[in-house]
C-alpha cells in the first residue's frame, strides 16, 4: 500500500477510480475530493449508505444473527431483492463478512454463491470506523457506470487509480464485485482512455498482474514492482505472494 499511496503525489488532485471494489487506496489517501465508480449496484448502494447513515447501517448489521442459519436466509433475501437502500446495502456488507474466507463470488446468472465461512473474518469494525468512512466518502461522487465513463471524467488536475480484473488469452475474467466479465478487449479500451486522459494533463497509476505485462502502454510510462499476498483458491491456509506491477505516466520516489 506504501508504493500504491506514494504515487498520489498531490493529494489535492482529483482521485478518480473507476474499479472501485474495496476502494482501498481511496480510504488510506483521505484525498480532497474524488469519483468512485463500478459496475455493481449492490456495491455502489453499500458505499453512499455508508456515506449518508453509518449509524443506522452499522445499527442494522448489528441486528443480524452471525450464524448459518441467518446467513442463508440473508443470502436468499440479498439474491432475491433489490440493490438500493439500506437493508441492501446491510445485506451486502453482512455477506462480505460472513462468507467463506471472503471471496465474492457470483454465478453466471449474477447471483452471489459463497458458502457460511464461519467467524474467520473476525468482529465486525466499530462504529467509528463506519462514521470516518462516511466523511472520506462524502468527499466523492459515487457513481454506478461503466470504468470507460469514469475515466472519460478526468482532467487536468486528476489522478486516476485503475486496478482492473487479469484475464488471460484463453479466459475472461469476472469482476470480483459485479456480474460481467473483463476482457482483452475492455483492457484495449482502459489503455486508450487513460492515454486519452493523459494528455489532458491526468496523473495515472495502473497496477497489473506482473506475469501478464501490459506491452500497449505508452514507452515513456515508468514500472514498479511489488508483491501482494493473495489466497489461493479461496482458502486462507494457502497464502503467496504475487508479483505485480505498478504503470504510472510519471516518476516517482516511493515514501515521498
Known sequence: MALL??????????????FAGSAALFFDLGPQTGTLGDLNGHLINALQQVRDRPAAVYSALLDIERSPEAYYVIRTRFNEGGRVGLMPAVHFIYLNRNCFNGLWRTNLAGLFNVPFGGYEMGAYPPLALFEHCSNLLARATITHQDFRKTVATAGADSFIYADPPYFTASERVFVEYGERSFGEDDLNDLIRLLADAEERGAEIALTYNAAMPIDALPDHWRSHRFSVTRNVGGFSGARKKQEEILYTNFDFAEGN
Open 5 to 18: 499511496g506514494a504515487s498520489m503525489r498531490d493529494r489535492s488532485r482529483h482521485y478518480i477510480e473507476p
